[in-house]
């Protein structure tokens, strides 16, 4: 079996400028059912199962499996163990709080099942994060009286654990942030302070990632300052001292029944006992740097750690074992019983961020890492096994969504992950990637299109971001199965792709800060462009500027910096035909299903336009405030209008989801407001199948379909 591994940075996405809460304001989670109905409509998440880095776990000491994770750009979830599924939380924040469903930290009340805080923000540089609090186990939030710069989806999201409870006074909590220090409430939340007194000076862009009560010693506390080592109190923070030759990397701490200190690192793992260090890192092992820490709340002597990120064999298993407080080490193996069928082998710990041992039920032991969870009840045997599941937890990356006339009902191609053929069942999770088991794989597809005249001749276009190689592939049979491009020129990223609607031989890519390229022969030879300019930097771009006439075979457009560009010989040249409309980045332009020369675009705070003599002249739809996505539709019975889809802002209507069945003179709300898809919704399609039926791709909340019931 060969293995595929690659380093996965930072997606770095940031649209929305951030809107403040109030502080009284009371924020509702709505549990599930997976579907909510309004207006006619229902909402569902497509079935994929997990994808996105799981950044560490929670168990409750009091309440036998009350369990919460928290993800880097998929919000907060509370597991449901009869159902087996993740309920997410904070679903209901609507697009702008998108910031919020970054996860930087989350802690719970030792004394008080029902609370529970979270720290939320996605990036310090997308607005402020904040931290809110739930008395009811998160199905309502309270905003608490803080904001400060959070980055749950940046540098060291996987180490530590920001937000800490004090077991002997729970009104004590701090919170160490990633630019501004350490911070302090003495009432349960609802006033913080600096504190003043902590001298420690952390990684600028990391701060403070582990804030660790004592259960035994009242009034004792630590703090990870990453880059300066870890800090110690012994009056709940009023001074803090630099524990002398504490490790300056620390990933993870723990504290054993005991008060022994444990603590993982770049260089390995040590342990702290009677003011001494030691060094206790696994002996014949080929790398030295451990995150993942855990200590049996049953056993002081019992010991859980993961290697840190990626370790280069698969062979060998990332999870350590000691049973004499770091003496000796058992590098465990293990089998898999996945849940999801798509999931390699290879998944299993890759990039673990926690792994945490059950303190209320002996044995079992949690494991989150890069795509989901896992769980085994039986850390104790020669050979745990270890179940992912999924349920509930949907936190891909959407780039690209298409809905073909004929064959399968949806495709998706996502970031990391690589896409998905979903077939005719989207309540089912997928056998396999885009890719198949034996076609070529892509760690993400950033662009699908097919024929219009021959819907099952399709082509994608992606590759591997880690290693800097990009390529493509074809399809005769709907996505079932792909071929790769015999040849592609080298360091060029394609981000969009169009097809021509009568030769599925000839499709043209604009590319990563380069100039566009077309094939005449199925990607079997390149050359370049005339007439358009170099294409925008990928890969975390959303706009879909580039598309295909759905009757004329040799006619593309193309929107950049408020002109449109038009083809007439297969993609060859293009020449400008209109420079009228405002520019703007975040775009879509669209061309309509049955109908030569009729072109819209979407110019998001700028309305919608429609053209019907190929771009030469538009029209402002009337009413739309704001055009963010949209997406044609199979007609309804009895028309041949397509269905007009919208996520968007309708005069007098507000924000939202909405359908048009008279190309925008009238609109019908279609949205649900308790289930907003507001995680940074990045594309949008629709149905050429079923009437009614409309997608919409999200940046961390994967994919939704909204259908009439």
Do not use: C
């Not at 520019?583 to 009729?598: A, F, H, I, Q, R």
Request: overall charge positive.
């Amino acid at each position: 079996m060969s293995i595929r591994l690659f380093h996965i940075p930072l997606r770095k996405i940031i649209r929305f400028s951030m809107l403040a809460l109030a502080t009284t304001v009371a924020l509702t989670t709505v549990e599930p059912s997976r579907s909510s109905t309004t207006s006619g409509y229902q909402w569902n998440q497509v079935s994929i199962g997990g994808g996105g880095y799981v950044t560490n776990i929670y168990l409750h000491p009091l309440e036998k499996n009350l369990a919460y994770i928290r993800t880097d750009i998929g919000g907060f979830y509370r597991w449901n163990s009869l159902e087996k599924r993740w309920i997410p939380l904070i679903d209901h924040f609507e697009s702008d709080k998108s910031n919020y469903y970054g996860g930087e930290g989350l802690a719970l009340d030792p004394s008080n099942p029902n609370v529970v805080y979270i720290a939320a923000g996605k990036y310090t540089k997308a607005g402020l994060g904040t931290i809110f609090k739930s008395t009811n186990k998160g199905q309502t939030w309270n905003k608490l009286n803080i904001d400060l710069p959070m980055g749950g989806n940046e540098t060291k999201r996987w180490t530590g654990e920001r937000l800490g409870v004090n077991p002997f006074n729970t009104n004590i909590i701090f919170f160490g942030s990633r630019l501004d220090g350490l911070w302090k409430s003495v009432n349960a939340g609802q006033t913080w302070k600096k504190v003043s007194s902590f001298s420690g000076k952390p990684n600028a862009s990391i701060g403070i990632t582990g804030i660790l009560f004592s259960k035994k010693n009242s009034g004792l506390v630590y703090a990870n300052a990453y880059g300066d080592g870890i800090y110690k109190s012994t009056d709940t923070g009023v001074t803090w001292n630099r524990i002398a030759g504490s490790p300056s990397k620390a990933n993870r701490m723990a504290l054993n029944s005991n008060g022994v200190l444990y603590v993982t690192h770049t260089s390995g793992v040590s342990k702290y006992t009677n003011g001494a260090w030691s060094n206790i890192t696994p002996t014949n092992i080929k790398t030295i740097s451990f995150n993942g820490l855990s200590v049996d709340p049953n056993n002081s002597n019992h010991v859980l750690v993961t290697y840190d990120q990626y370790h280069e064999s698969t062979n060998y298993s990332r999870v350590f074992q000691s049973t004499d407080g770091g003496a000796t080490w058992q590098q465990k193996s293990h089998s898999l019983n996945p849940q999801v069928p798509w999931w390699p082998n290879w998944y299993f710990a890759s990039a673990a961020s926690a792994i945490e041992f059950d303190p209320n039920i002996t044995g079992k032991v949690w494991l989150t890492d890069w795509f989901g969870t896992w769980q085994t009840d039986n850390i104790n045997a020669n050979k745990p096994t270890w179940s992912n599941y999924e349920k509930g937890h949907e936190e891909t990356v959407a780039f690209e969504l298409i809905s073909p006339p004929k064959g399968s009902l949806l495709l998706s191609g996502v970031a990391d992950v690589e896409g998905f053929n979903h077939g005719q069942k989207l309540d089912t999770y997928p056998s396999t990637q885009l890719g198949g088991t034996n076609g070529p794989w892509y760690q993400e597809t950033y662009s699908i299109a097919y024929s219009e005249k021959d819907p099952l001749r399709m082509v994608r276009v992606g590759g591997h971001r880690g290693f800097n190689t990009f390529t493509g592939g074809t399809s005769t049979d709907g996505g079932h199965t792909w071929k790769n491009f015999s040849s592609f020129p080298q360091n060029t990223m394609p981000l969009r792709i169009a097809m021509s609607a009568s030769n599925p031989n000839l499709f043209v890519a604009i590319a990563s800060e380069k100039q566009p390229i077309r094939t005449t022969n199925g990607g079997a030879s390149w050359s370049g462009v005339s007439g358009l300019p170099n294409g925008p930097k990928g890969p975390w771009y959303w706009g879909q500027p580039l598309a295909s006439d759905k009757v004329n075979g040799n006619i593309f457009y193309y929107y950049n910096g408020g002109k449109v560009y038009r083809s007439k010989d297969g993609a060859a040249y293009f020449s400008v035909v209109n420079s009228t409309l405002p520019s703007e980045d975040w775009s879509m332009l669209k061309t309509v299903p049955g109908v030569s020369n009729e072109v819209w675009i979407s110019l998001n705070s700028n309305g919608l336009y429609r053209s019907t003599n190929g771009g030469t002249k538009f029209a402002k739809i009337a009413g739309v405030e704001k055009a963010y996505l949209f997406a044609f539709g199979k007609p309804q019975t009895g028309s041949t209008i397509p269905a007009l889809y919208l996520y968007g802002k309708i005069i007098g209507m507000g924000g939202g989801i909405f359908r048009s069945l008279d190309r925008g003179q009238t609109w019908t709300n279609i949205s649900n407001p308790l289930h907003p898809i507001g995680n940074v919704p990045n594309v949008m399609e629709a149905s050429r199948q079923q009437f009614g039926l409309v997608f919409i791709g999200t940046d961390g909340k994967g994919i939704y379909y909204g259908k009439p019931n």
